[in-house]
């Protein structure tokens, strides 16, 4: 007789680390026989990896939770991550949850689920901030995507005056060197084009290693794996851009022309409250050397509006700067009061219609530069990573992030092949061409 495979239901909110994490841990249940299915599916067992960023990634971390009991109340309900970590006890009062696991040991939940009854829980949330090792879960699965996210750093030593990160993810901890090769050469092998290298606070890495080893050397390291087609860096704070990493992107022709570096604010006294250790003027310097060498860099961003004190003229620093830099992509946020951190006790929190009229105005120009940026590309060629090919439309990113469609005859063997395309015409969204 057949025996039914087991099922796991899986979901991630918010960054790329979660989402190396969450195909992790999807990794070991794969191996243990389980099938996956979707999360609105009727499944054995749920997981969702939460996030704690801003309040939104808490309510949707709940929602998400809740729903999993919904789907299926006798299914076993897993809750990992960030928010896990921080607040265990407002997850294990929320109703069906049987295992909660912060932001270490998630090598441990298969075996831990499998031992518990549907009427039992767990909990195994360590002291992060005592944690010194980077938990160096394989993976091999990555949810059908083109692009494999890949995690050598975790934790943040920074503690900049808004962020909860520190206190979720604990203190900057590296992949060992070796294990960082051995695993990326498999992911390559097993037909990923495109490694995208990420971390919490990925300018940290190696730091905490015995002897240390420089990021620059790592991303190097990892470039030369023959067959990886791109590689991707994650965010990397402005301060933490050496002209060696410069080289890289400039040079090496698997590193990708795209750098996202945080700004978080375009007011030099806004910088200073929230304890960034920049100012505008020394951003500048860094995209301005960047660009000297690499002219069609993209540049993209996050900024928080409305930060505690944030005047009207704060934020159209904030705007000016950004224009003058010109990003290629901006991620606005809200700024978001998360207990425990300084900001939270800072003086003048600015109403929420101040912070949505200003996220607006902000996404709007985002939008602009964004369309400026891609409609630079036209009459040119690029290089564009296939990443599906649907009703004689292929599309895919170029190493400068765009999306970019072109028209095509052939189907799924395009799939993970860099194209040649040349650049017809573009909007906010991406671009749109032909095959050269
Ligand atoms: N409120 C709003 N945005 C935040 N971020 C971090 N903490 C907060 C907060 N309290 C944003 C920052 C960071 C991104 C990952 O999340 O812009 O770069
Ligand atoms: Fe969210 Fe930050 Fe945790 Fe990523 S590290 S999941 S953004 S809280």
Do not use: W
């Amino acid at each position: 007789m057949k025996t039914q495979r087991k099922k796991l239901a899986i979901t991630t909110l918010g960054c790329k680390v979660n989402q190396y994490d969450t195909d992790a841990v999807m990794t070991q249940f794969l191996d243990a026989g389980y099938s996956i299915v979707d999360f609105d599916d009727q499944a054995d067992v749920y997981i969702i990896n939460t996030c704690t960023v801003t309040n939104m990634g808490d309510r949707k971390s709940r929602q998400m939770i809740r729903r999993a009991h919904r789907n299926n109340p006798s299914a076993k309900v897993v809750v990992m991550g960030c928010l896990a970590q921080t607040s265990p006890e407002e997850v294990r009062d929320i109703e069906g949850v049987n295992l909660i696991v912060g932001t270490d040991q998630r090598g441990r939940i298969l075996e831990l689920i499998e031992e518990l009854d549907v009427t039992e829980s767990a909990s195994i949330v360590d002291d992060i901030s005592a944690v010194r090792d980077f938990e160096e879960l394989p993976v091999s699965d990555f949810g059908g995507r083109t692009r494999a996210v890949f995690k050598i750093q975790d934790g943040c030593d920074q503690f900049c005056s808004y962020c909860r990160v520190p206190y979720a993810r604990g203190r900057s901890r590296s992949r060992h060197p070796q294990n960082v090769l051995s695993h990326v050469g498999q992911i390559v092998q097993d037909g990923y084009g495109e490694i995208v290298v990420t971390g919490i606070h990925l300018g940290l890495y190696g730091r905490d290693l015995n002897p240390p080893v420089a990021l620059e050397s790592m991303i190097q390291q990892i470039a030369d794996i023959p067959g990886i087609l791109r590689l991707r860096m994650g965010s990397i704070e402005p301060h933490e851009i050496t002209d060696e990493l410069l080289e890289l992107v400039a040079d090496h022709p698997a590193v990708c022309e795209h750098l996202h570096i945080p700004l978080q604010s375009g007011s030099n006294r806004i910088l200073k409250r929230m304890r960034r250790n920049y100012t505008t003027e020394d951003y500048r310097a860094v995209v301005e050397k960047a660009r000297e060498k690499v002219p069609d860099l993209a540049v993209t961003t996050d900024i928080i509006v409305g930060f505690p004190g944030e005047t009207e003229q704060d934020f159209s620093e904030t705007m000016n700067f950004a224009e003058e830099i010109g990003f290629s992509r901006l991620h606005v946020f809200k700024y978001s009061k998360r207990e425990g951190t300084p900001a939270a006790s800072f003086p003048k929190q600015i109403p929420s219609r101040v912070k949505d009229s200003r996220s607006k105005r902000l996404i709007q120009l985002g939008e602009m530069m964004a369309e400026n940026y891609h409609r630079s590309f036209i009459h040119r060629t690029v290089q564009v990573l296939v990443e599906e090919v649907k009703e004689g439309m292929a599309s895919g990113l170029t190493d400068t992030y765009i999306r970019t469609a072109f028209p095509t005859s052939q189907t799924d063997e395009l799939v993970g092949q860099i194209v040649s395309v040349r650049v017809i015409q573009a909007d906010k969204q991406g671009s749109m061409g032909e095959c050269v």
